[in-house]
């Protein structure tokens, strides 16, 4: 099994709906991260959470929420969707007892198309 | 404003060739990633450079870093059509932050 899931793997929705995407991982990581990738481009960071009681904005956290219901759940909302958050949506974790490296390991993504 | 580049951002080359895919950053971070992303895929780790003048070698890739010059390289020796990926380097906001800014990525298209 994954390390590291998320859930849905594609959703289409409407603008203005309120959609949850869910990410789990099962490597007892502390820090959890949910990116976002545009075509052709690299990785913007949405929010991240270094424990269950700290949740901080990244680059973009406008129009978004997170919330971390546990160590290894850490979900992305969308309160009202909007097209320009038509993406695709990765979550990772870390932790720098993980060989000491704190890299990250990706979940394999969420496509989002918002109409 | 913090700033990770990375050039070329497309790279088309032969197989067998060499080649040096450059990230230039802004941070103050020691720490810097290389990451491998295939078309519709996630990204896997490739390498960590945690120091100065740190290398790491896995194949037929070689990553190197230079913090002084806030400079990462990601060296193609002799390539396969199998390293065809989008290749990302990820550095630190700041020391110890883990907080991490990704370039733009590379594009390699390793021709047969």
């Known amino acids: 099994d994954a390390d590291v899931t998320q859930t849905p793997r594609n959703r289409i929705t409407k603008t203005g709906k309120r959609i949850m995407l869910e990410c789990s991982q099962t490597k007892g990581h502390d820090r959890m991260y949910w990116y976002r990738q545009d075509p052709g481009l690299g990785l913007q960071l949405i929010y991240y959470s270094f424990d269950v009681k700290d949740i901080n904005k990244g680059e973009i956290s406008d129009g978004y929420s997170v919330s971390r219901q546990a160590q290894a759940k850490f979900s992305l909302s969308l309160e009202s969707a909007i097209p320009n958050q038509t993406a695709l949506y990765f979550c990772?974790?870390?932790?720098?007892?993980?060989?000491?490296?704190?890299?990250?390991?990706f979940g394999p993504g969420t496509r989002l198309t918002v109409l | 404003e913090l700033k990770v580049e990375q050039n070329p951002l497309f790279l088309s080359m032969q197989e067998g060739k060499n080649y040096t895919i450059y990230c230039n950053y802004s941070?103050?971070?020691?720490?810097l990633y290389w990451y491998r992303q295939d078309p519709g895929k996630s990204l896997e780790s490739l390498f960590v450079?945690?120091?100065?003048?740190a290398v790491k070698q896995e194949g037929r890739l070689m990553a190197s870093l230079d913090t002084k010059a806030r400079l990462s390289t990601l060296h193609i020796t002799a390539a396969v059509h199998d390293l065809s990926a989008t290749y990302f380097c990820a550095v630190d906001m700041d020391i110890g932050t883990y907080k991490y800014i990704f370039g733009t990525g590379t594009r390699l298209k390793v021709l047969a």
């Open positions: 990772a974790t870390s932790d720098d007892r993980d060989r000491g490296t704190d890299t990250q390991y």
């Open positions: 941070t103050t971070s020691d720490r």
């Open positions: 450079l945690l120091s100065n003048g």
